[in-house]
């Protein structure tokens, strides 16, 4: 079975310049989460999503960060214009909200580097 | 505020040598705390959900405890192949949103 799905899974880019991640959650899974890895700040979470709506947003750095879902399999996290210190390892994880609480699987990442 | 503290930072032992990790958390309504294993350039991999003081989970050689103050995650007779970053992770109150620690990094040499 797959599991969470991330593309591309390196991207380097000139400051200015407009990025757009990509994800693809566990099938029947309802729930998805951005993240964003830092050695200094460790996983952040950005924003998630519940059912394809936004629930918690309050994560996103500032306007230039901006995230869809436009359907139950796909959900894009863009940043623009991109800044050097966009710079880390962005994750996608992927819940299904059956229970009490919820187990978020991983996908492997995206690494980001701005220029 | 919520907050999940793990320790030590690092952590390097020789095969074979046990010992333990630690997650202490204090947060308001304890739903589930999560221990997860991350290798270089991958994502975290999900390893145990612990749900209420006193819950045991294990896995291979490792085995996880919850109090209500903190867990810990035992490494029995560790192997290479356990060297990675755990981190611990927190869900509390009524979201779904977890609250994770910074991680220990696990060194076992041969």
Redesign the interface.
Known sequence: DAG?IQSPRHEVTEMGQEVTLRCKPISGHN?LFWYRQTMMR??E?LI?F?NNVP??DSGMPEDRFSAKMPNASFSTLKIQPSEPRDSAVY?C?S?S?SG??????????TRLTVL | EDQVTQSPEALRLQEGESSSLNCSYTVSGLRGLFWYRQDPGKGPEFLFTLYSAGEEKEKERLKATLTKKESFLHITAPKPEDSATYLCAVGAGNNRKLIWGLGTSLAVNP
């Open positions: 969470v729930s460790g996983l979470l998630y519940n629930i918690d994750f994880a819940s909200t009490w609480v919820d187990t978020q699987y991983f996908g492997p990442g």
